[in-house]
């Protein structure tokens, strides 16, 4: 799988329920990071977690992260119809690389 | 500005024709990048500034593909002899700083459609 990949690939549920999205990933990183888009719209940052952070919450969003297993988790607790949107994570090589490597998303639904 | 801007929006363009597409970054972010997303895809990386340093060309998919960034602040992309499999959002964003530590800050995209 490459690197900074989401799963599922598509979620729906209904308003109210909690959304879970994971991210796995290859390479050793110095951060991850969680983005919405919105269709038709650029990506908006949710939350950054620091590979020597395990767990991170903003709001209604809580992020974990288990560098053994290489992997990242994102809840969404409460889910609301504005919810709905495509999240991706972006990971950051830990040498300082230059670049940010991005999965295919998640595109989540939440329906009314 | 307060925000990543990028022109066109939108841009509709023949087969073989040369396009350039402009961001201007947040004011003050040293770290520039161009995306590429396909329909319903992730993001492709293709390229990064961060100040005066040499950029990391490393995504462009071919040599018709180039960007440029000047004073440290807009960035133009230019792709010549524009192709089909081209058509796609092309995202850019500025970061405050380099080297992957923060967050990055998008602009809304420039959609292309190459008939």
């Known amino acids: 799988s490459q690197q900074g990949e989401e799963d599922p690939q598509a979620l729906s549920i209904q308003e109210g329920e909690n959304a879970t999205m994971n991210c796995s990933y290859k390479t050793s990183i110095n951060n991850l990071q969680w983005y919405r888009q919105n269709s038709g719209r650029g990506l908006v940052h949710l939350i950054l977690i620091r590979s020597n952070e395990r767990e991170k919450h903003s709001g209604r969003l809580r992020v974990t992260l288990d560098t053994s297993k290489k992997s990242s988790s994102l809840l969404i607790t409460a889910s609301r119809a504005a919810d709905t949107a495509s999240y991706f994570c972006a990971t950051a090589e830990d040498n300082y690389g230059q670049n940010f490597v991005f999965g295919p998303g998640t595109r989540l639904s939440v329906l009314p | 500005g307060a925000g990543v801007s990028q022109s066109p929006s939108n841009k509709v363009t023949e087969k073989g024709k040369d396009v350039e597409l402009r961001c201007d970054p947040i004011s003050g972010h040293t770290a520039l990048y161009w995306y590429r997303q396909s329909l319903g895809q992730g993001l492709e990386f293709l390229i990064y500034?961060?100040?005066?340093?040499?950029?990391?060309k490393s995504g462009l998919p071919s040599d018709r593909f180039s960007a440029e960034r000047t004073g440290g602040s807009v960035s133009t992309l230019t792709i010549q002899r524009t192709q089909q499999e081209d058509s796609a959002v092309y995202l850019c964003a500025s970061s405050l700083w380099g080297h992957n530590t923060g967050e990055l800050f998008f602009g809304e995209g420039s959609r292309l459609t190459v008939l």
């Open positions: 500034f961060q100040g005066n340093s040499a950029p990391d």
